[in-house]
């Protein structure tokens, strides 16, 4: 089992910058990869970015390349989702998860922080 507990969410104005963090505990060795998700309000839930463990090769969804950036403390068990030149489009719920293996989906999820842009 791994857990994951997200924190840094918050509301902040369009063009700022948050950092939201995702500690994991449990068998973390066992995990992959690593990722963010988010959702709104009466919207699907969709990839933000993630970071495969083995080489911390980083994949980003289109909407957030560029102002985003994943990143990993191997010391701590955290993933970091640095977010820049945040957007009111970017509000939502934002969870991270772990994979136990690659390309084969997430098994395991955070209960989510919140994230609202105000423009």
Sequence with gaps: QVQLVESG???VQAGG?????CAASGRTYTSAVMGWFRQAPGKEREFVA????????????????GRFTISR????????????TLLPEDTAAYY????????????????????????
Excluded: H, P
């Excluded at 403390?73 to 820049?84: H, I, Y």
């Design 9 to 11: 969410g918050g509301l």
């Design 73 to 84: 403390d191997n010391a701590k068990n955290t993933v970091f989702l640095q977010m820049n």
């Design 96 to 119: 991270c998860a772990a994979a136990l293996a690659e390309d084969v989906g997430y098994d395991y999820w955070g209960q989510g922080t919140q994230v609202t842009v105000s423009s």
């Design 50 to 65: 993630a970071i495969r463990l083995r080489n911390s090769y980083t994949y980003y969804a289109d909407s957030v390349k």
């Design 17 to 21: 910058s948050l950092r939201l963090s």
